[in-house]
């Protein structure tokens, strides 16, 4: 079935110039985009997109990696696609990631991961709400 899910690529990528290819990851497997933004966000608005990790030792950190550069907001929609994209994205620490996965090729470290997807139908629908209102 059909469904949409929400993705970052994070400043780490963005810097890097590897928008092209992860985004390309995304479409090989049939994802299609349905709206894309780059953009450079403000420390309250990572709060808001990460708020259950406000608190952790390692929000600080996670919060200024986010903030650092332009990133690039994306909603997806193709089939199964939370649960997809996440399996493409591979594991949140690169070094436990699946040979062949976005972070495996495209990230150095668990804070500074290249991708975020959502992790359930819920959470991307709450987060397409935060960052592309309009849809
Ligand atoms: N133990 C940790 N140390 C550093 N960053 C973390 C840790 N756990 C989670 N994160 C980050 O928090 C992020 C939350 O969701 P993401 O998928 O964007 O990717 C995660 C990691 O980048």
Redesign the pocket.
């Known amino acids: 079935m059909n469904a949409r899910t929400f993705v970052?690529i994070?400043p780490d990528a963005y810097a890097a110039g590897q928008v092209g290819n992860v985004l390309t990851r995304y479409e090989s497997a049939g994802m299609r985009i349905l709206a894309m933004d780059l953009r450079k966000i403000e420390p309250e608005f990572a709060d808001r997109h990460?708020s259950e990790?406000v608190g952790?030792d390692?929000y600080p950190?996670?919060r200024d990696f986010m903030t650092e550069g332009p990133l690039v907001a994306v909603v997806l929609e193709g089939e199964d696609a939370v649960g997809r994209v996440r399996a493409l994205n591979g594991a949140?620490d690169p070094a436990k990631a699946a040979a062949g996965t976005i972070r495996a090729d495209f990230a150095e470290s668990?804070?500074?991961?290249a991708?975020?997807?959502s992790?359930s139908q819920a959470s991307a629908e709450a987060e397409i709400d935060l960052w592309f209102p309009v849809l």
Do not use: E, P
Not at 110 to 113: A, C, L, T, V
């Open positions: 970052i994070k990460y990790h952790r390692y950190g996670l949140t668990m804070g500074r991961n991708v975020h997807a992790d």
